[in-house]
């Protein structure tokens, strides 16, 4: 069953099953990072798994593990569907580059010459705990769709940010921060998003941010469509992501994997909190987050990051140029980040530091990851892709798999 499961895949990658050599992979090591993952999932690190592997352009493990359900002892499967959430991020920034290519705007261009609502940015300076009033300053500069990209804008992001006043000013402003089931659209969270402060002036500091919400809206603007039709028609559809969608049809529904949390011994159903996690499959449908609303399978996802190692196209469907993923790939932030990675237009870089900390790939290795517990990793040099898929959220179980993964995954390269 496992090699036919694979030869569906051969269309769409050049494909080995786990049991069979692939140029420049020990085999025997794929055996042991086998192993470490079915030890976490005999030990309840994590209720359940998928995990895959692909060196120049073939698939050396593809795996599922554990439960996709554990009420009712439901086993992971291959295909079942995650929430990426902001894995989104690069997706969205890809659009906008595509839109970029066809000379619609200049990076550099600040975003109020698209979006009028962000002329005249503001900077938080007080704050008044007692009533959330607050006092601000003139921002130095406009916001640039550059530093929407790169997390210099100086936009917050509402219930995960760091500053708590910040929390408390997007709630009270009614600004989505990552995902709902209400009945709101993008342009209506960012309409009110950019009537607020920012923690610092553009292109300052780097803070994690809405600003790839903002860029989806501002795809909508530009493009003339809705986001999601846009990504579907201009990037899923070209590299047959049949799977990646902000919100599920009735016949993808069932693949949807519980999101968990472990509580008093035992991993339990994630609750609904600040946002319910059954999102992608109920409520109005309407908000297309740019930052986090995707979800999407281990094969699709790994489609996408190809479709990069490959300059910009798969399958003879091309998506962006090389000359602009060489731009993406550069260091957009100077020295606003310091340590073992960067940031250009859509993922984290690994740098020399990174190289020298060990386990983490290649310098120019390009990453990131999802706040449900999802990451994905892929070295140019090596030609390699990691991806491992998990539904979790809270401390954990002593979860180690995934720096184990991606440290094992790099000794498996003769």
Same mark, same amino acid.
């Given at each position: ?79 079942? !569907? ?72 100086? !936009?917050?992001?509402?219930? !995960? ?157 091309? !998506? ?95």
């Amino acid at each position: 069953m496992k090699r036919i499961y694979l030869l569906l895949l051969a269309g769409l990658f050049s494909v080995s099953a786990f049991s069979q050599t692939v140029d420049g992979i020990i085999q025997e090591r794929v055996q042991k990072l086998d192993e470490m993952l079915e030890d976490a999932i005999a030990k309840q690190q994590v209720p359940g798994l998928v995990a895959m592997v692909l060196k120049d352009g073939k698939v050396v493990y593809h795996e599922a593990k554990g439960f996709a359900d554990v009420a009712s002892k439901s086993s992971m499967k291959k295909d079942h !569907i995650f929430r990426i959430a902001s894995q989104t991020k690069a997706i969205t920034s890809t659009a906008v580059m595509i839109l970029w290519e066809e000379g619609k705007f200049r990076l550099d261009d600040p975003i109020s010459k698209y979006i009028p609502e962000f002329k005249n940015p503001q900077v938080l300076t007080g704050f008044r705990y007692g009533d959330t009033t607050y006092t601000t300053r003139p921002a130095s500069q406009e916001i640039t769709i550059r530093q929407l990209l790169t997390h210099t804008s100086g !936009i917050g992001y509402g219930v !995960i940010d760091g500053d708590e006043r910040m929390k408390m000013i997007y709630h009270k402003a009614g600004v989505v921060d990552l995902f709902t089931t209400e009945e709101i659209s993008i342009k209506e969270s960012v309409m009110r998003l950019a009537k607020l402060p920012l923690h610092h002036d553009p292109g300052a500091k780097f803070t994690y941010s809405e600003g790839l919400d903002v860029l989806g809206y501002f795809i909508e603007v530009i493009s003339g469509q809705s986001f999601d039709e846009f990504l579907k028609e201009r990037i899923f559809d070209p590299l047959e992501m049949n799977d990646t969608r902000f919100y599920l049809s009735a016949a993808q529904a069932p693949r949807l994997v519980t999101v968990y949390t472990f509580r008093e011994g035992n991993w339990q159903a994630y609750p609904v909190t600040f946002y319910d996690p059954d999102y992608p499959r109920k409520g109005a449908k309407r908000f297309f987050s740019g930052g986090a609303g995707l979800s999407s399978t281990t094969a699709d996802y790994a489609k996408f990051l190809q479709m990069y190692l490959n300059g910009g196209e798969l399958n003879g469907k091309r !998506i962006l140029s090389s000359q602009t993923i060489e731009t993406m790939m550069k260091n957009q932030v100077g020295d606003l980040m310091q340590g073992d990675k960067k940031y250009g237009l859509a993922f984290g870089l690994v740098t020399e530091q990174g190289v020298a900390t060990g386990g983490i790939g290649s310098e120019g290795t390009f990453d990131w990851g999802g706040y449900f517990n999802t990451q994905y990793f892929a070295d140019p040099q090596e030609n390699i892709i990691g991806l491992i898929f998990k539904q979790t959220s809270g401390s954990g179980n002593g979860d180690e798999t995934g720096w184990k993964f991606r440290q094992m995954v790099f000794t498996l390269i003769e």
